[in-house]
């Protein structure tokens, strides 16, 4: 193998969902494989404010790719490279939510507006108020968010739905979140588009990468990588996927498969 960068997810990868830390021995892995010139990547449906403080303050990553491929950013966080859709399918997009009852989030570079109920939205999606999670907003303001550029989109609502969003709106990719929530980029746009751009612009392609998952919207690029590493805590749907099956989060799932694939000793 010829293995030059490796890719994480956060949720249920380096972050146990019951948690905002990463595992030390994940952290000491990771630093290992860095000093040993291997490159990090991160890629999350997470917009980059979003991410666990712990995340961005000890993960040496190079990249970030967060919204799920919809943005792009460098290891501060800046946007190198923006995927978003239009405004046209943003209110297309609302409406339907609203028309179902269903309380959806638009995701934004530096925000995410909420449409529905504001303090359910909250309660579920994040646990706590965010800074980043502020705008409670009526049909009067709508225009406010057509003025900026969505990049995503997280709605709460039953899996069987999905199908039903994706016929009405084929200019957007659904993806499975939960069974109670789904994610939304722009056709085309998923975790390894983002990815692409840097390899792109490091001059390598799939053939130089190891990605670490455990989750639907990971299928993507555990598909395309050299090397797909999925979690042990990940669905069986998931685990379809893997070159190589490792321990959950809580149990040095990360660091037992990179040793075990002689990425460090």
């Not at 460098?74 to 943003?90: M, T």
């Not at 579920?124 to 057509?146: I, Q, T």
């Not at 069974?179 to 939304?184: G, K």
């Amino acid at each position: 193998m010829d293995i030059k960068i490796l890719v994480f997810d956060i949720d249920g990868t380096l972050v146990d969902r019951s948690k905002q830390t990463v595992e030390d021995d994940a952290i000491q892995a990771m630093k290992q494989a860095k000093d040993k010139g291997y490159q990090i990547l991160i890629a999350t449906g997470r917009s980059f404010f979003f991410i666990h403080d712990d995340v961005r303050e000890r993960v040496p990553s190079d990249y970030y790719v967060t919204v799920n491929g919809a943005l792009l950013n460098d290891g501060k966080g800046e946007v190198i490279k923006s995927y978003g859709y239009s405004h046209e399918s943003l209110n297309n997009l609302i409406n339907f939510a609203e028309e179902h009852e269903f309380p959806i989030g638009i995701k934004y570079h530096d925000f995410i507006g909420i449409h529905g109920d504001y303090q359910d939205y909250v309660t579920r999606y994040v646990g706590f108020e965010h800074p980043g999670v502020k705008f409670l907003l009526p049909d009067n303001e709508r225009k406010y968010l057509s003025d900026n550029n969505p990049v995503g989109a997280f709605c709460f609502g039953p899996n069987d739905m999905i199908s039903v969003f994706q016929e009405k709106m084929p200019e957007l990719y659904f993806t499975r979140a939960s069974d109670i929530a789904f994610e939304v980029t722009k056709q085309g746009v998923d975790k390894t588009k983002a990815i692409e751009d840097v390899l792109n612009m490091n001059g390598l392609s799939w053939e130089n990468v190891m990605a670490f998952g455990d989750g639907d919207n990971d299928i993507e690029m555990l598909e395309k990588a050299k090397v797909a590493v999925v979690m042990g805590n990940a669905t069986d749907n998931v685990k379809e996927y893997a070159d190589f099956i490792t321990d959950t989060v809580l149990n040095s799932g990360i660091i037992k498969a990179m040793r075990a694939l002689d990425i460090i000793e």
